[in-house]
């Protein structure tokens, strides 16, 4: 895009900035980017934590913003961040009211409960799906395994892989750096703290690593079931684990730092921003062969997969990593080396901006 070239006005409809999740950190990652200095970006922030009648307040003050942006500027394109669940539904009016308008519509999907919504559902579900997302111009999906799976619901010509991105930590490689991080046995989780995330096979995990490792230390960062993770956990293994809390800015950067591997046996992904995070700063993973995660963490090369709740399986690549500090680097060295070469943000972002100049381009000629 050259820098006579007019704007292009995106209105992006996305959480507050400070909600716990993977689409918060995606856009996150937009703000004061080089996407707003190629396009004039309106947010409009549909979504926050809290209670009930918090979200349904935000919800409909952000329909409200929405339609006085449509009234009173152009719009080229509206980008939508959504997932399933309620978020399907809560994001239903945006698409509504910008195909009413004559707007091109992108739908950036990042959930992963598609069963739910869609596959398993009855047969008006089903078709209210399908109406919802063949109204938009684009779906954006964040990997090849949803291409395929969106491909049953919408023409695949709509869809488009645009997997998330991260920052590539190269500091990571200097040999203070790796020896100080290798000798500290810190392992990180981060995300939602829930069943789904695997999080119950941590007790049976570090209860046998802090048996060859004394000093290692699981960091599980984020919110949730903590109180029922910790009821199942026993004393002398609590003592290897702590929660933290939701970590962003700079705690979140210090924990990436300082621990040398992830542990992220999700039992469903849509991506999985973590894991591209971790792998930015040069950490080896450990997850789950599940859902999207074996297009991004490489069996044997950048970390190990598992089955679902195999925690044997799980302690012992821990342990492997930790007892061999050569693999460790080589593992380490491939999250940097793929982070950077699928994942980079300057390539996320050029692919977004093209598929907005593309959109208005054949908006301008429809109308």
């Given at each position: 895009m050259t820098q006579d070239r007019k704007k292009l006005h995106i209105c992006m409809i996305v959480p507050q900035s400070d909600v716990h999740g993977g689409i918060a950190s995606v856009v996150n990652g937009y703000r004061n980017?080089?996407?707003?200095?190629?396009?004039?970006?309106?947010?409009?922030?549909?979504?926050?934590?809290?209670?009930?009648?918090?979200?349904?307040?935000?919800?409909?003050?952000?329909?409200?913003?929405?339609?006085?942006?449509?009234?009173?500027?152009?719009?080229?394109?509206?980008?939508?961040?959504?997932?399933f669940g309620p978020s399907f539904y809560r994001k239903m009016p945006f698409?509504?009211?910008?195909?009413?308008?004559?707007?091109?519509?992108?739908?950036?999907?990042?959930?992963?409960?598609?069963?739910?919504?869609?596959?398993?559902?009855?047969?008006?579900?089903?078709?209210?799906?399908?109406?919802?997302?063949?109204a938009c111009d684009k779906l954006i999906v964040l990997s090849e395994y949803w291409?395929?799976?969106?491909?049953?619901?919408?023409?695949?010509?709509?869809?488009?892989?645009?997997?998330?991105?991260?920052?590539?930590?190269?500091?990571?490689?200097?040999?203070?750096?790796?020896?100080?991080?290798?000798?500290?046995?810190?392992?990180a989780f981060l995300g939602v703290i829930t069943r789904e995330k695997g999080v119950y096979t941590f007790p049976k995990i570090m209860k046998r690593v802090s048996e060859e490792f004394p000093d290692a230390q699981l960091t599980v960062a984020g919110v949730g079931e903590i109180e029922q993770l910790k009821s199942v956990t026993d004393e002398k293994t609590a003592e290897h684990i702590d929660y933290p809390g939701w970590v962003s800015g700079e705690q979140k950067e210090k924990l990436l730092r300082e621990s040398a591997l992830l542990l992220f046996p999700s039992h469903m992904e849509s991506f999985?921003?973590?894991?591209?995070?971790?792998?930015?700063?040069?950490?080896?993973?450990?997850?789950?062969?599940?859902?999207?995660?074996?297009?991004?963490?490489?069996?044997?090369?950048?970390?190990?997969?598992?089955?679902?709740?195999?925690?044997?399986?799980?302690?012992?690549?821990?342990?492997?990593?930790?007892?061999?500090?050569?693999?460790?680097?080589?593992?380490?060295?491939?999250?940097?080396?793929?982070?950077?070469?699928?994942?980079?943000?300057?390539?996320?972002?050029?692919r977004l901006s093209g598929l907005y100049e593309e959109l208005a381009g054949t908006s301008s000629l429809s109308q």
């Amino acid at each position: 895009m050259t820098q006579d070239r007019k704007k292009l006005h995106i209105c992006m409809i996305v959480p507050q900035s400070d909600v716990h999740g993977g689409i918060a950190s995606v856009v996150n990652g937009y703000r004061n980017s080089d996407l707003e200095k190629r396009h004039r970006i309106t947010y409009v922030e549909s979504y926050c934590d809290g209670s009930k009648w918090k979200k349904l307040k935000k919800a409909l003050t952000a329909y409200i913003t929405f339609l006085r942006v449509l009234r009173k500027e152009k719009v080229d394109v509206i980008h939508i961040h959504s997932s399933f669940g309620p978020s399907f539904y809560r994001k239903m009016p945006f698409i509504f009211w910008g195909k009413r308008a004559g707007i091109p519509v992108i739908n950036h999907i990042h959930g992963s409960a598609l069963d739910d919504l869609y596959t398993n559902a009855g047969r008006w579900k089903k078709r209210l799906v399908e109406k919802n997302y063949q109204a938009c111009d684009k779906l954006i999906v964040l990997s090849e395994y949803w291409r395929n799976e969106f491909s049953l619901i919408v023409p695949e010509e709509k869809i488009c892989v645009l997997a998330n991105a991260a920052a590539v930590h190269t500091e990571t490689t200097a040999p203070a750096f790796r020896d100080n991080r290798f000798r500290s046995r810190k392992i990180a989780f981060l995300g939602v703290i829930t069943r789904e995330k695997g999080v119950y096979t941590f007790p049976k995990i570090m209860k046998r690593v802090s048996e060859e490792f004394p000093d290692a230390q699981l960091t599980v960062a984020g919110v949730g079931e903590i109180e029922q993770l910790k009821s199942v956990t026993d004393e002398k293994t609590a003592e290897h684990i702590d929660y933290p809390g939701w970590v962003s800015g700079e705690q979140k950067e210090k924990l990436l730092r300082e621990s040398a591997l992830l542990l992220f046996p999700s039992h469903m992904e849509s991506f999985g921003m973590s894991i591209i995070e971790a792998m930015g700063y040069g950490m080896p993973v450990v997850s789950c062969r599940t859902g999207s995660i074996p297009s991004i963490v490489r069996e044997g090369e950048n970390g190990f997969l598992l089955e679902v709740d195999d925690s044997e399986g799980m302690t012992e690549a821990v342990l492997r990593l930790f007892r061999d500090r050569q693999l460790w680097e080589k593992m380490s060295d491939r999250s940097l080396e793929l982070t950077q070469e699928n994942y980079s943000l300057e390539s996320h972002l050029e692919r977004l901006s093209g598929l907005y100049e593309e959109l208005a381009g054949t908006s301008s000629l429809s109308q």
